[in-house]
């Protein structure tokens, strides 16, 4: 188990090196951070004292080991559009995407398994298909298309819930919610909505084929001939062995979620770390642009590696594989 360890520890910091590398390529060479700093009234030997304190003038090496370095202790830079620092900013909006991604998550597993398993037990219905072909044109309409006409349905005609913002938050040290206030509960709904979609449709289609491969098995077989009732046996029985691969799945598409939970923010205008990536882009903010990739990347590798280390204290033949 210990040799396993290491070698998936040992992957990650290898990918993360490497997405460190993409940062800081991105950092040191789209444009030069010095003329994106500074304004038309910088002389030029305020510039080169710029460029010499931002260690600009150090071989490529030298400059990419203190990135690593700095990202390592959360020292990103300062924002060149805000003028404060990077991680700050990120931690100010880290809160706001997190309950939009758990929350969609939910969503997901909520509605995605009784579909799964729905669609399992009454295969051929019409109604189960009618679940699947909806699956299908859900999972085909890119996330910003489902956004608006969430918020043309349900905000523009009905008026029931708003169209963008994060209503009222409440603030627990570093910590802002909107789950303890209507408004915020009210605005969580739409994008958590829109956000869960394909989720969803994974959730689904991954409970019904997990479905269908135990009700062919013999236990299944044998607790229908003893007369279990079959409510308790597909829902008891049945789903539990198909809830590992969903764990799995779920825990994986977590950091999926993050990262592409910029297109519902952009559409929300909702105040998470996926709407300042886009305005960093809009405006080449570059420290915010790499700090972005790397935590995004972390959280996604870090999950990653969570789930390996989970499956092999579940499944010994995973840890005797690497030997």
């Given at each position: ?166 209503g009222q938050v409440v603030d627990f040290g570093f910590w802002s919610t909107g789950l303890l206030t209507k408004s915020g509960l009210l605005a969580l ?135």
């Amino acid at each position: 188990m210990l040799v396993f360890l290491i070698k998936r520890l040992s992957n990650a910091a290898l990918v993360m090196l490497a997405v460190s590398l993409m940062a800081f390529t991105i950092f040191r060479f789209v444009g030069d951070p010095v003329e994106l700093m500074v304004n038309e009234q910088t002389t030029e030997a305020q510039r080169a004292e710029l460029r010499e304190r931002m260690g600009l003038n150090d071989p490529v090496l030298v400059q990419f080991a203190s990135f690593v370095g700095k990202a390592v202790q959360g020292d990103f830079g300062i924002s060149y559009r805000n003028q404060t620092d990077v991680m700050s900013l990120i931690g100010e909006r880290f809160p706001a995407t997190m309950e939009l991604v758990l929350l969609a998550t939910i969503i997901s597993l909520v509605v995605g398994l009784p579909l799964g398993v729905i669609t399992a037990i009454h295969r051929g219905k019409w109604f189960t298909e009618s679940i699947q072909f909806a699956s299908i044109i859900g999972v085909s309409l890119p996330s910003f298309v489902i956004g608006i006409l969430l918020i043309l349905a349900f905000s523009v005609n009905l008026g029931w819930l708003p169209a963008f913002g994060r209503g009222q938050v409440v603030d627990f040290g570093f910590w802002s919610t909107g789950l303890l206030t209507k408004s915020g509960l009210l605005a969580l709904i739409l994008p958590s909505v829109a956000l869960s979609f394909y989720q969803i449709t994974l959730v689904m289609r991954l409970v019904r084929a997990e479905m269908l491969e135990v009700l062919r098995s013999d236990f299944v077989k044998f607790a229908r001939a003893r007369g279990v009732p079959a409510h308790r046996l597909y829902y008891r029985h049945a789903l539990r062995n198909c809830l590992m691969p969903v764990v799995t799945m779920t825990a994986m598409n977590i950091g999926s979620l993050i990262a592409f939970a910029l297109v519902t923010e952009t559409v929300f205008q909702w105040p998470g770390m996926g709407l300042l990536f886009i305005q960093a882009v809009t405006f080449v903010d570059i420290p915010v642009m790499a700090a972005y990739l790397v935590i995004v990347s972390f959280i996604f590798v870090t999950l990653n590696t969570l789930v390996d280390i989970a499956y092999a204290l579940i499944d010994p033949r995973l840890r005797n594989a690497t030997h």
